[in-house]
């Protein structure tokens, strides 16, 4: 079996998304994810990649690093 790339799996969330089955909200903080491992890897750092998130996104610190570093509803 092939492995899902990510921007695969990101294109099924937006089509459920698009659909209703999923708000826009859950899609923005995967990509706000993605982006921090990705610029991350390229040499920022996490106070560099959490600032360029936050203007991106058009959103807070706060709200950015309570994506990244929030208790997700998984955790115990």
């Known amino acids: 079996m092939e492995v899902m790339t990510k921007e695969f799996v990101l294109d ?3 089509v459920c998304s698009k659909h209703g089955y999923l708000s ?3 899609i ?6 993605e982006e921090y ?3 991350r890897k390229e040499g920022k750092t996490g106070k ?3 600032f360029f998130l936050s203007d ?3 959103t807070s610190i706060k709200t950015i690093e309570s994506i990244l570093y929030g208790k997700k509803k998984n955790d115990y």
């Open 37 to 39: 491992q990705q610029l």
């Open 24 to 26: 826009d909200v859950v």
């Open 48 to 50: 560099e990649s959490r």
């Open 56 to 58: 991106k996104y058009c």
């Open 12 to 14: 099924i969330l937006e």
């Open 28 to 33: 923005r903080n995967i990509k706000i994810e």
